[in-house]
């Protein structure tokens, strides 16, 4: 069993900052890319940045320079410092972690989801 639990979410005026953070915890042998995904009403789900195990990062373009995805391999965390907030950032925010974990005597790959923190930007 493998869950991943966010945290940091909430209401934020236009132009402030949030740090959004996800832990992944359970039968964990090692984690590969983790990220963050968010979902407006009425959208599609959409990747907001990456991280792989070797700290090389990739963002959508929409929050390029605004937002900065960090990672601790060691505690298998991710955190999402978002910045210059806008409105249109308004979404539930979803960890991602594609992972290897232990099954018997050997590993599965998973892809596993948390369960959302909703970021609201709004005055």
């Known amino acids: 069993q493998v869950q991943l639990v966010e945290s940091g979410g909430g209401l934020v005026q236009p132009g402030g900052s949030l740090r959004l953070s996800c832990a992944a915890s359970?039968?964990?042998?090692?984690?590969?890319?983790m990220g963050w995904y968010r979902q407006a009403p009425g959208n599609p789900r959409e990747m907001v940045a990456r991280i792989t195990s070797g700290f090389d990062t990739n963002y959508a373009d929409s929050v390029q320079g605004r937002f900065t995805i960090s990672r601790d391999n060691a505690k298998n965390t991710i955190d999402l410092q978002m910045n210059s907030l806008r409105p249109e950032d308004t979404a539930v925010y979803y960890c991602?972690?594609?992972?290897?974990?232990?099954?018997?005597?050997?590993?599965?790959?998973?892809?596993?989801w948390g369960q959302g923190t909703l970021v609201t930007v709004s005055s």
């Open positions: 991602h972690a594609d992972l290897w974990v232990y099954s018997g005597s050997s590993q599965r790959f998973l892809g596993v």
């Open positions: 359970g039968s964990i042998f090692s984690i590969n890319t």
